[in-house]
């Protein structure tokens, strides 16, 4: 009987590259350069959610990088994020050079999962697997660096994702329960609701064309995601409160 490896039980932990991709490629050698020659206090791992803080409008509800600019421009905050990532991607970058800081980041923020349990299907425990495989790396290579955990954003692309998002973030939390004050999980649900409901209408999908299912917060829905981490941003990196704006909704020209 073949011995399993840890990898083939739960496929989210297992590394894959993407370098077959040409912007992807890119952007990886590109974001290298700035780990080893700049130096980070505030990293942001992710996947699309987490790259569009550098999209810029017009139209507004996809000017992401003022509210980028406004929070996290003065914080020497490095942007790791790779449309269409899954857990299995990011730690791939993190084997290959992501985790080599001149200097240890004081905080990063990890917000990987909505494509394990999309376009993969994988089940909130794999997605949970990959996480936790993800936070422990770092946490093995920086101990004196605080982590933040957002749960698994909302969205609307079917029942099952839906009840796997609830699920998983259920493991998130109880995960970082225990593990200390190093992690830190927040609860980001209530930044993409109105009246308690999940609301289309902070999603930039379905304004796309053609439309998709509401999957990637508009600019305002991302900037009430800054807002939400604010105090525990500051207070980690023991600066000073950041603000965006306020403006009004016929701004952001959602409907």
Same mark, same amino acid.
């Given at each position: ?89 990011? &730690?791939? +970058? #993190? ?6 800081? !001149? ?5 990063? *923020?990890? $917000?990987? %999962? ?53 699920? &998983?973030? +259920? #493991? ?6 225990? !593990? ?5 999980? *927040?609860? $980001?649900? %209530? ?55 306020? +403006? ?8």
């Amino acid at each position: 009987m073949p011995i399993l490896q840890e990898h083939d039980v739960n496929p989210a932990i297992r590394a894959v590259p993407r370098m077959e991709v040409a912007w992807w490629r890119e952007r990886f050698w590109h974001k290298q350069r700035h780990i080893r020659h700049d130096i980070s206090d505030l990293v942001w791992f992710g996947d699309s959610i987490t790259h569009n803080w550098e999209r810029r409008g017009p139209p507004a509800w996809q000017d992401f990088a003022p509210v980028w600019q406004a929070y996290y421009g003065d914080r020497r905050a490095l942007n790791l994020g790779f449309r269409g990532d899954d857990t299995r991607n990011l &730690l791939w +970058r #993190m084997e290959h050079g992501e985790l080599e800081f !001149r200097r240890a980041p004081r905080v990063f *923020v990890v $917000l990987i %999962g909505v494509n394990n349990l999309g376009h993969l299907r994988q089940c909130a425990g794999q997605a949970a697997g990959g996480i936790r495989r993800i936070v422990e790396r770092i946490h093995r290579t920086f101990p004196d660096s605080a982590i933040l955990l957002p749960g698994i954003l909302p969205s609307l692309r079917s029942a099952w994702v839906t009840s796997q998002t609830l699920t &998983l973030n +259920r #493991m998130l939390r109880a995960f970082a329960a225990v !593990r200390g004050r190093w992690l830190h999980y *927040v609860d $980001l649900a %209530g930044c993409l609701q109105t009246d308690g409901r999940v609301d289309a209408d902070l999603f930039m999908d379905p304004l796309l064309s053609p439309p998709a299912l509401p999957l990637h917060p508009i600019a305002m829905a991302q900037a009430r995601i800054a807002r939400c981490l604010e105090p525990l941003i500051c207070g980690l990196l023991g600066d000073y409160p950041h603000h965006f704006p306020s +403006r009004p909704a016929a701004y952001w020209g959602a409907p």
